[in-house]
């Protein structure tokens, strides 16, 4: 038997038990993270006891898609690091990306205890944007992916905790957005419309959004009087990315306005890009499987 002969392993498998395999990189996607990728190893090899390398290096291999290899990198790091919050916010990452909510629940609410009483710190970003600015940090990191992993197992009250405490470290606009659309979404689902309400009261058109500006244009389409199909085509032209972030919140609002049907519509339609690490995809998914 050759080697074509061998069916690929999955790298996770969906929540209706499919499997879901690497998705092929961008040839200068994947040129640039391989240089990356190698850097990270040589740093891991060189210091193979620093928590900083340990976690480069678990960072760079999730980026190419490897997710249970970078899960196995982070593990053996907290062999050796068993209090290091860093860690256990990266592992929680790519559990959610294996469809392990329970794990990373796990992680997330590990990495909140240890983080209690410690100042806040900016977290690098892998590929930089455009400005050369992180948006993001430890503390709310953690926060948000924890939010994340609760509302994907459908623990909407547990998200809606976490994602409490994740705007209190919320500071910037990038922040601001990004937790207010998952806290909206998931008040909305609670039931709790005259909150969510309040949510969407400090967004505004002009918000200095560096990265996050498709969270953005959602809360503005929950807040008006944007054009919700008008949206949702821009996120079609977007492509997958587009149709995992806009179109998520586009079929919540379907569903908020007890268009159930339709909602499901645009659910299967994100599915349909095959983009299955994405937030939303996975958010797509468990509402599907709750759905149906």
């Known amino acids: 038997m050759s080697d074509s002969d061998i069916p690929e392993t999955p790298e996770a498998f969906s929540l209706f038990g499919e499997p879901l395999f690497r998705a092929p990189l961008r040839p200068e996607t994947l040129e640039k993270q391989e240089v990356l990728?190698?850097?990270?190893?040589?740093?891991?090899?060189e210091s193979p006891d620093d928590p900083d390398a340990i976690i480069w290096f678990g960072r760079r291999t999730a980026y190419l898609g490897r997710y249970r290899e970078s899960v196995a990198?982070?593990?053996?790091g907290l062999e050796r690091y068993p209090e290091e919050p860093k860690l256990y916010r990266h592992r929680g990452h790519r559990y959610i990306s294996l469809r392990r909510f329970d794990l990373a629940v796990d992680d997330f609410e590990k990495a909140a205890a240890?983080?209690?009483?410690?100042?806040d710190e900016v977290e690098p970003d892998g590929l930089p944007n455009e400005r050369n600015t992180p948006v993001s940090s430890l503390h709310f990191n953690i926060w948000y992916h924890l939010g994340l992993a609760y509302y994907v197992s459908g623990r909407f009250e547990d998200a809606l905790r976490a994602y409490k405490a994740c705007m209190k470290?919320?500071?910037i606009p990038d922040k601001i957005v990004a937790t207010?659309?998952?806290?909206?979404?998931?008040?909305?689902?609670?039931g709790k419309g005259n909150e969510a309400a309040e949510v969407l009261e400090p967004i505004q058109e002009e918000m200095d959004v560096i990265e996050?500006?498709?969270?953005?244009?959602?809360?503005?389409?929950y807040k008006g009087p944007t054009n919700?199909?008008?949206?949702?085509?821009k996120a079609r032209?977007?492509?997958?990315?587009?149709?995992?972030?806009?179109?998520?919140g586009v079929a919540n609002w379907y569903n908020y306005n007890g268009d159930l049907e339709k909602a499901k519509e645009i659910l299967r339609e994100i599915l349909d890009t095959g983009s299955w690490a994405g937030f939303g995809y996975i958010a797509a998914e468990a509402d599907l499987k709750r759905l149906e």
């Open 237 to 248: 032209e977007q492509g997958a990315l587009g149709l995992v972030t806009i179109g998520y």
């Open 212 to 221: 996050n500006q498709n969270y953005h244009d959602c809360l503005l389409m």
């Open 73 to 76: 990198i982070y593990s053996k």
């Open 37 to 45: 990728y190698a850097e990270a190893l040589k740093g891991y090899r």
């Open 180 to 190: 207010s659309h998952w806290l909206y979404m998931t008040l909305r689902l609670l």
């Open 114 to 119: 240890l983080i209690e009483g410690k100042q």
């Open 228 to 233: 919700v199909e008008a949206l949702l085509e």
């Open 169 to 171: 470290v919320s500071k």
